[in-house]
C-alpha cells in the first residue's frame, strides 16, 4: 500500500451556509479509523493508566494534584488541537493520550474520594454519554466521525471521548471487581467483546457508528489491564516490569507509530473523499 496526499480544498466562499457554520468542506480533525489507529488508542490508554499511576505514587502528587496536572495539560492541548485546521496526528494523539487520562482521573475521584459506588458511576456515566450523543445528533444530524470539520461537532467529539473514558473505565473496575478475573483475563474478557462487536458490525449489519463507539469504550478497560498487567508487581497477579519500564515501553512504541503517521499521512481523510461522503 502507498500513501496518498492531495492538495487542500479551497476555503469556503463568504456569504456561503459552509462559511456560516464554520465549516471547512473535506477537512476531518480526527484520522481514519484503521488498525493504526485502534493500536495507537489501546496504547495511548495504557500509557495513561500507567502514567497517572506513576505520578500518582511514585511522585508523590497524589489524586487531587495528578486530576489537577493533567487537566491543565489537556486543556493547552485541546486549545492547539481546536486552533489547528485539519486533522495532526502529532496533536491529535496527545491529546487522547491525556483526555484517558483525565476520564480516568474523573472516575476514580469519584470512587476514591467521594466515596461513589462503581455500579453508580457507571450508570452516571453512561447516561452522560447518552446525553451527548442526543445533543450531538440533534444539532449535527450524525455522530459519524469522518466528519468533524466545525467547531461545534469537534466539541462535542471531545466530549463524547472523554466521557467513553470515565465510562470505560468505571464499567472495566467493576467487572474486575466483581469478577475477580485477574489482568491477564480480564485483557481477554474485554478482546472478546471487541471482537463480537466486529463481528457483528462486519457480518451481522450492526450500524458503523455505533460499533465505533462501543468499541471505542471497551479499548479503554482493554488497555488498562494490559498495563496493570504488565506494571503490577507479581503477587498481585502482573509480571512485575513496574509504571516507570511499562509506560516508557508504550510510549516509544506509541511515539514511533505517530512520527511514521505523520510522515506517510496514512491515516488522514482525502478531502475530496471527505467532501462528497459530506454531500
Not at 74 to 94: E, H, K, N
Not at 192 to 203: G, N, Y
Request: with cysteine; aromatic share 10%.
Amino acid at each position: 500500500m502507498t500513501s496518498e496526499t492531495s492538495q487542500p480544498p479551497a476555503p469556503p466562499v463568504a456569504g456561503s451556509a459552509a462559511a456560516r457554520s464554520g465549516r471547512r468542506p473535506g477537512w476531518n480533525k480526527v484520522p481514519e479509523v484503521t488498525l493504526y489507529f485502534w493500536i495507537i488508542k489501546v496504547l495511548c490508554t495504557t500509557v495513561g493508566e500507567t502514567a497517572a499511576d506513576l505520578l500518582n505514587a511514585k511522585v508523590g502528587l497524589g489524586l487531587t494534584g495528578v486530576s489537577a496536572l493533567m487537566s491543565a495539560l489537556l486543556a493547552i492541548v485541546l486549545v492547539i488541537q481546536f486552533r489547528t485546521g485539519s486533522y495532526r496526528a502529532g496533536i491529535y494523539w496527545p491529546a487522547v493520550a491525556l483526555i484517558s487520562v483525565v476520564g480516568t482521573l474523573i472516575s476514580d475521584n469519584l470512587t476514591d474520594n467521594v466515596g461513589v459506588p462503581l455500579e453508580a458511576s457507571t450508570a452516571v456515566f453512561a447516561i452522560v454519554l447518552a446525553i451527548v450523543f442526543v445533543a450531538w445528533f440533534r444539532r449535527e444530524r450524525t455522530l459519524s466521525i469522518h466528519h468533524i470539520d466545525t467547531t461545534g461537532r469537534e466539541s462535542f467529539y471531545w466530549l463524547a471521548v472523554l466521557f467513553t473514558f470515565a465510562l470505560g473505565t468505571a464499567a472495566g473496575d467493576l467487572v474486575s471487581e466483581r469478577l475477580a478475573l485477574g489482568y491477564p483475563l480480564s485483557a481477554v474478557l474485554f478482546g472478546l467483546a471487541i471482537a463480537t462487536v466486529t463481528v457483528a458490525h462486519f457480518a451481522l449489519g450492526l450500524d458503523a457508528v455505533w460499533s465505533f463507539w462501543i468499541a471505542y469504550i471497551l479499548t479503554r478497560p482493554l488497555g488498562a489491564s494490559l498495563g496493570d498487567y504488565l506494571s503490577q508487581p507479581t503477587g498481585d497477579g502482573g509480571l512485575g516490569l513496574g509504571a516507570v519500564v511499562t509506560s516508557a515501553l508504550f510510549l516509544a512504541v506509541v511515539l514511533g507509530l505517530v512520527g511514521y503517521l505523520a510522515v506517510t499521512r496514512r491515516d488522514v481523510t482525502q478531502p475530496q473523499q471527505s467532501a462528497r461522503d459530506a454531500g
